[in-house]
């Protein structure tokens, strides 16, 4: 596992957008990303923006062999600064749109409620490249991350749409706390400890 810095952002970018630009059923990523000729380039500006976030409120995990990432942020570091404020500016301009920021706002609000006061590691986001999908790579990178932070006090809380991440999730012992419908979509929210 190599723990990810900056210099390695084009590379996790690559990945992600890899991972999830043909993913057609319903998704955080759907929601916020308009399926239009501009799609890849608005993936690109999330994927970029998630990284960017969780350098500075986390921590960004590659695999070995480079071809999956793990994304994670500790809720104990998220604060606003002038520089999420840029980071949110931009992700607007260049992703989601004046149309969908209220959709998008309403989601962000719903999915916080869901999530734990107490102070929570959130993977934020995990793909593998399409072409190394079933080669096991971020199933090996979430077992190895799971092995360093396995003395954590602090719950892992991640939000997904997928039926197959909530199974995925569920075979790495996280339990199902809450589920939500109300944005047309079902959201789970799953807690390990």
């Known amino acids: 596992m190599i723990k990810a ?3 390695h952002k084009e590379l996790v970018v690559r990945i992600l957008v890899s991972a ?22 608005r ?26 990432c793990l994304l994670l942020s500790f809720s104990e570091k998220e604060k606003i600064t ?18 969908n920021i209220f959709n998008v706002l309403k989601r962000q609000k719903l999915v916080k409620e869901f999530y734990p006061e107490e102070n929570h590691i959130k993977p934020v986001i995990m793909g593998a490249l399409k072409e190394a999908y079933g ?3 971020a199933a090996r990178l979430v077992l190895k991350v799971m092995t360093t932070y396995k003395r954590n006090k602090k719950p892992v809380v991640l939000d997904t749409v997928s039926e197959y991440n909530i199974k995925l ?12 419908k109300t944005l047309g979509f079902p959201i789970s929210l799953l807690r390990l400890n």
Do not use: H, P, W
């Not at 409120?57 to 999956?68: D, H, T």
């Not at 520089?83 to 500016?89: N, P, S, V």
């Not at 999730?169 to 939500?180: C, D, L, S, V």
């Open 82 to 99: 002038l520089r999420t404020i840029f980071l949110d500016i931009q992700l607007l301009f260049k992703c989601i749109g004046i149309r």
């Open 169 to 180: 999730y569920q075979k790495f012992g996280f339990k199902i706390i809450r589920e939500e």
């Open 43 to 68: 993936m690109k500006a999330l994927m970029g923006y998630l990284f960017e976030k969780s350098l500075l409120f986390g921590e960004v995990y590659l695999s070995q062999n480079k071809n999956a």
């Open 5 to 7: 810095t900056k210099e």
């Open 135 to 137: 080669s096991g790579s």
């Open 20 to 41: 999830f630009k043909d993913l057609e059923e319903d998704n955080s990523i759907n929601f916020i990303v308009k399926n239009d000729e501009n799609r890849i380039e």
